[in-house]
């Protein structure tokens, strides 16, 4: 909730994006911590053509992204979906590049690694198709690119990929805790390949602390087209 520039928030920068896109008509919204704020901020219908809907995590204290996104499962109801990460500042065409008609349904976007010690390295194989994901993996040097936090699935895959979360969840299994290692690990087991698309110039950064902030706008912000 932060503003990141004219009093725009990060979330409220991606919500302009989806809505400039035009290939959306509701966006879910998952919330946690200071969940009474965010829906003050953000109303129900966004930008004229946006439907917000709220769903809560009532255990973002102790579980993580893909917990949360397995909450909105329900409110999903089957359809193919765009999830995007809510501390990003990017450039609008990641959205057009991830989006573009001869993408594969199950894809990751991916971009240049940022060398900054956060990476998360996505190896392929020679179709496009990971077969390895983390912060820590061998043979780093082999990475097509670093995760960047928009990706898509189909309905398909997401019921693959819930079943999966939901008994790690109920298992009290840990180890898939963020979204993206539980969709590789699903991508894996259940047999069903998500691929990578690569945008190499993307302008963007995740925002986790106050120096990330000040170099958001410091540095990122001037060169991020919306």
Known sequence: LIPIQDDKTLLERSLDAISKHGGFREVIIVVGYHADQIQQKIPSNY?????????LNPEYETTGSMYSLLCARDSINGED???????????????????????PQDAILITKL???????????????RINRLGKVIPDKQLAKGALMGISRYSADFQSKLFVTAQHNHDSGIRKNKYYEECVFTTSQERDHPVYTVLCSDLVWTEINNENDLQRAKEIVLPKVKQ
């Not at 930008?47 to 769903?55: A, D, E, H, P, T």
């Not at 450039?91 to 590049?97: G, I, P, R």
């Not at 940022?114 to 496009?128: A, E, L, M, R, S």
């Open 47 to 55: 930008g004229g053509n946006l439907q917000i809907k709220y769903v």
């Open 81 to 103: 979906i765009c999830v995007v990460e809510s501390d990003l500042l990017y450039d609008n065409k990641a959205l057009h590049v991830l989006l573009q008609e001869e993408a």
């Open 114 to 128: 940022q060398q900054n010690g956060d990476d998360v390295y996505i190896c392929t194989d020679d179709k496009g």
